[in-house]
């Protein structure tokens, strides 16, 4: 996964949630300052207990490379000095997923979510299994307190 200027791309998790946003635009400025390119990796997957109505798998992966690019878009607007920034949707679990495509990169970047403690009860958290089981650092960017 080594860039043609010889340097690991920062990977990103990144899914429509204001959280996320924040991760995307921090690692975006981590590598501004490393001049490495970024990685931004949206996980879809077809989840019959979640989805009530049946979407065939190709168009799951349409969805999310739409918000993926719409996303990123957002993030690089009105920036002086942007790094070349590598758009991919895979399917799977999302931790699992994320910890793959990082592999070879220079860190991890997820979000944490708030407000979500009965889902995280009952299924985990995300940006925790990036944590335990990623062989790059992990850097976990916790959500906009409110202006605090």
């Known amino acids: 996964m080594v860039e043609q200027n010889g340097t690991l791309p920062i990977v990103v998790g990144v899914d429509d949630s204001d959280a996320a946003r924040r991760a995307l635009a921090w690692a975006i400025d981590e590598a501004v300052i490393r ?3 970024v990685h931004a990796v949206t996980v879809w997957s077809v989840d019959p207990a979640t989805d009530f109505v049946w979407t065939p798998s190709e168009q799951k992966r349409e969805i ?3 918000k993926l690019s719409s996303t990123v878009r957002l993030a690089v607007q009105g920036r002086a000095e942007v790094p070349t920034i590598v758009e991919r949707a895979v399917e799977g679990p999302p931790a699992k997923a994320l910890v793959e495509a990082a592999e070879d990169a220079a860190m991890l970047v997820v979000a944490t979510h708030r407000g979500e403690r009965l889902r995280k009860a009952l299924l985990g ?3 925790a299994a990036c944590v335990r089981h990623s062989d790059v650092p992990v850097v976990v960017v916790r959500p906009d307190q409110g202006g605090a």
Do not use: F
């Open 64 to 66: 999310a490379e739409e």
């Open 125 to 127: 958290s995300v940006s």
């Open 35 to 37: 001049r490495c390119p």
